[in-house]
């Protein structure tokens, strides 16, 4: 499962919040460059060749509100080079879809009706999308700095500043020891306005030949949410029409 | 996707119905000083504004916590709960009993009723409709019909003590037709005795069955469960109308307003009637909105959290209705349902008709306390988009047009007529 996807997972599904954190500064030559960070990273989780076998993945799990007592089902496709598609199911609110084709990114829900990304927005969710965005992140950010070291979870982690090409940075916390992206924080931007997102990942468990994060949960505007990851199979069979842009979002789209 | 919900603190205080009389166990003593806590702590770090208005907010811990330790019954710790919150002076905070849950899904629940709505009308309880199908409507009960006693009690005093006490709120109408609705709530399958003056001037004394509630049970998280109903039709060939219970089920709610939009592509104008309307999840506002605009950037107002900002943005659907839009609302109007109307007509959008709303209108969540009891919370400030909260203060109609009683035995309803009128004379 792609480590940024998980996180859009959560974004998708409510206005979002952030916990500030103060990094523990240490002399920035006493630091490993960002890149070795980001490779160590992609060989703790399986390897670039074991990455690069994969074309497409399928993930099921659910999401919830565990406070607010709701809670739905998950299901998200993703496929080269940079299209996706999640699909939520609220008991309640019922179905809230999200995803691109790699040209137009777009949601839709009963609640809020089709909408067509632009902008930052829509930047953020293609690079959300990219497929093994942890091998290819030189594609996505034209930046990236260690900062410092931070202690999440009682562990030491290099803090990772990444810098897109368009859009607010990303910061990753990448754990000393084991070398495994323990938490991001980010600001999204959307409609609503901008949110930061603190999300923290946990429960790494192999998925073929890769680690996978199947726990994620999320500070955002004094609710935690939280994904689990029942399922992930890759290279499956995609319906072809998986990754279309919806009727609804289209009829927006013609009106342009 | 906003998740948040709308507020419903009156309609789910008035779900619970516990006698409290048990005498406490050590072990609930101890859940109910942990929901204290609980609570206490949750508007201490969680409200939007840290100083909590100036109240002394570890005082007010002090106080209540001696007297929660001092509760013989789950009632009076509630009630101990229920005085920490009420020292906010805010709507949507509330304790929603524990037996709300349980009886909406049982049996012996108070979610009957004989399918009568009701305002006070001059200081009078008058049906203002009566559901079709319903015990009352077998029975020929009228919207216009008085009603002066329910079970043998007079309505009166209780009516005239809220009126004393909240004779300055804009809660004033809600709570009083609560205090209606209420009474001839029950269990479903049981009698409500109820003495009505008809229109003749008549009394007339009728046991109505008390039935399910109209509509569909829906549920979201731990929100009490609530009944949800949408409607539409057409006042004229070329009017639209729908209305809807509550701001709930957004599959079923959003479809209601797509057929009736459909149908009504030429139409004149279009009527949405949210009069009664408790609010619910506080997204479908926006969602709601974009049916009635083409353009982009709008917003309804703006949710002021500790930390964050949310504008209520409006979506545009493809194919929105731009003709005249007349939005209805009267004091049982609330939260989700002012979010919605004080947005359009701040934005120009729309033309409200009616009486002022309830004025409580705080963006809210629903958790459950350790005891099992529900606990509704405010999360953000709403400023509306013409730059004034809608707290305490409501919407204000661009024409204020009241329910009669007379209007009702002739089967008019001046709200609804004012409206057209509106839309008719506008320019095609």
Known sequence: MNRHFTGRNLALAAALLVTASGARLAAADDLPKAEAILDKFIDATGGKAAYQKHHNEMATGSMAVPANGISGSLTVYHAEPDKSYTEINIEGVGKIMDGTDGKVAWSLSAIQGPHVKEGVEKADALRSARFNAEVNWRDLYKQAQTTGLESVDGKDCYKVVLTPNEGNPVTHYYDKQSSLLMKTTATLKNPLGEFPVESMLSDYRKEGEILVPHKVSQKAAGQEYSITIDTVKYNVEIPKDRFDVPDEVKALLNKK | MLLRVGALTLVAACAGFADGKDTLTPAARQLN????????????????????????????????????????????????????????????????????????????????????????????????????????????????????????????????????????????????????????????????????????????????????????????????????????????????????????????????????????????????????????????????????????????????????????????????????????????????????????????????????????????????????????????????????????????????????????????????????????????
């Open chain 2, 33 to 428: 000083a942990d929901s204290f806590e609980y609570v206490w702590k949750t508007v201490r770090d969680k409200h939007w504004d840290p100083k909590l208005g100036g109240l002394d907010w570890q005082a007010v811990h002090d106080e209540l916590r001696a007297k929660l330790d001092k509760s013989t019954t789950m009632e009076e710790a509630r009630q101990t709960m229920r005085a920490m919150l009420e020292r906010l002076k805010q709507t949507h905070f509330g304790i929603v009993a524990a037996e709300a849950y349980e009886e909406l899904d049982s049996p012996g629940s108070r979610e009957g009723n004989p399918g009568i709505d009701v305002r006070i009308l001059a200081g009078q309880a008058v049906v203002t409709s009566v559901d079709a199908d319903s015990p009352a409507a077998a029975r020929g009960v009228k919207p216009g019909w008085q009603i002066v006693r329910v079970d043998g009690k007079e309505l009166a005093p209780a009516l005239g003590r809220i009126q004393e006490s909240f004779a300055k709120s804009t809660l004033l109408d809600l709570i009083q037709s609560r205090a209606v609705t209420s009474r001839l709530a029950g269990a479903a399958g049981t009698p409500v005795t109820v003495d009505f003056v008809n229109g003749a001037g008549e009394p007339v004394a009728l046991k109505l069955d008390r039935a399910r509630p109209r509509g569909v049970m829906a549920r979201l998280g731990h929100l009490p469960p609530m009944y949800f109903w949408a409607e539409s039709r057409a006042l004229r060939p070329d009017i639209g109308y729908v209305r809807f219970d509550i701001f709930f089920e957004p599959e079923q709610l959003m479809k209601t307003v797509q057929a009736a939009l459909q149908s009504c592509r030429e139409c004149r104008g279009f009527v949405i009637d949210l009069r009664g309307n408790p609010g619910g999840i506080g997204g479908l506002a926006m969602g709601l909105a974009g049916w009635f605009t083409d353009r982009q950037g709008l917003q309804l107002g703006n949710m002021y959290l500790r930390d964050n900002t949310v504008k209520f943005a409006v979506f545009p659907r493809p194919e929105p209705f731009r003709g005249p839009l007349a939005i209805l609302v009267d004091g049982c109007s609330a939260s989700t349902s002012e979010i919605f109307a004080g947005g359009l007509k701040d934005l120009d959008r729309a033309r409200i008709f009616g009486t002022r709303t309830a004025g409580a209108a705080l963006p809210s969540v629903f958790e459950r306390l350790p005891n099992g009891d529900g606990f509704q919370y405010a999360i953000a400030n709403y400023i509306s988009q013409g730059g004034k909260p809608l707290e305490g203060i409501g919407v204000i109609p661009d024409e204020e047009v009241k329910l009669g009683r007379q209007a009702l035995l002739a089967g008019q309803d001046p709200v609804v007529d004012a409206a057209v009128s509106w839309i008719l004379k506008q320019k095609n």
